[in-house]
């Protein structure tokens, strides 16, 4: 259902996915903004890589890699070609880690960025869900899938590499690549050119942001040098140039 003109549309069998490799500038004319809800419905994976000029016509080549996904695609089809109904579960102590990391996410990353990663974090939090049901689903053929931890863990620590990339791209987007998010560039300003940790948690306090990420602010700052840590809670801005 959507808000626009009431539509109201039911997908009895969605199944259309999509996988597009390009440049980062080559995004942006897919995805003009971040606050459609279509930007926070992709994983997304961005590096730097160093060109590098790689042998390919001195050696053998036994299987195409065309030939090896075919064969993968194919065991996955068998795999799900059942028409029967399959159950999947993730264990109490299991959602409760699922709640709390993403409670604390959203929580931090709502007030560095001004809501703006609102909707790639949860999106994020029901991918992940389903990352560790497909482990689960190729695991087992059991008609009632039990969530073992070691692929709850695996789908969870792809939370940090997808989050940490979503943003970045999200940065791109926005316009705000190599920069600060918005509320935390505005703490950073407010902030004197030598300060106390207290006057940082004050300052940051009245934008939104809390005692625990300030901390964990000033020791990235430090480590990114944009800041000096003159002594203990004692802490000086670094030119940029």
Known sequence: MRK???EYII???PKFSLSITGTPDQVKGILSNTKNGLASRFMFYSFNAKPEWRRTFTRNISSSKQNQFLKFTQDLCDKFSS???REFNITEEQGEIHFNTFKEILDEKY???LGESDSLIKR????IYKIAMVL??????EPIMECEDRDFETAMELTKVYLAHGLNVFEKINNRENKLPLNEERWMNKLPKEFTSSEAISIAKKLGIKERTVYK???DYVENELLKKVKTGLYRKLSKN
């Open 217 to 219: 602010k000033l020791r």
């Open 11 to 13: 997908i009895e069998e």
């Open 136 to 141: 689960s689903a190729v695991r087992t053929d």
């Open 83 to 85: 028409q029967s109904e």
């Open 4 to 6: 626009t003109d009431l």
């Open 124 to 127: 994020l939090g029901l991918i």
């Open 111 to 113: 007030y560095s960025y």
